[in-house]
Nanobody, 123 residues
Framework: VQLQAFGGGLAQAGGSLRLSCAAS????????MGWFRQAPGKEREFVAA????????IYADSVRGRCTVSRDNAKNTVYLQMNSLKPKDMAVYYCAASGTALVLRTSNSYAYWGQGTEVTVSS
């Protein structure tokens, strides 16, 4: 599966952005989908993930309550709605697809990755 993330940009602290990740192919619904981010000089970290059917989601503590991951299998797209943005949310955000049995937080569980979309938050 090929993934393309978009929707990043510049937002003010306290503002919102919605990231999207479009997948190619007909097998999108077979994959759990995750969002990760990497800030300059830091390791890539887990943000959120959603199960194949969309009925289960998990979040990093740093974004829980501020972010919502969702998906539309008919559109082969996964979303990350980010609210109450903080400067520490600034990073390149990546979407990824996992064929594992469970929805996981570890990046090595995800076999397919998009190219990333950059989020900048001004204070």
């Amino acid at each position: 599966v090929q993934l393309q993330a978009f929707g990043g940009g510049l937002a003010q602290a306290g503002g919102s952005l919605r990231l999207s990740c479009a997948a190619s192919g007909r097998t999108f619904s077979r994959y759990h989908m995750g969002w990760f981010r990497q800030a300059p000089g830091k390791e890539r970290e887990f943000v959120a993930a959603i199960s194949r059917s969309g009925d289960s989601t998990i979040y990093a503590d740093s974004v829980r309550g501020r972010c919502t991951v969702s998906r539309d299998n008919a559109k082969n797209t996964v979303y990350l709605q980010m609210n109450s943005l903080k400067p520490k949310d600034m990073a390149v955000y990546y979407c990824a697809a996992s064929g594992t049995a469970l929805v996981l937080r570890t990046s090595n569980s995800y076999a397919y990755w998009g190219q990333g979309t950059e989020v900048t938050v001004s204070s």
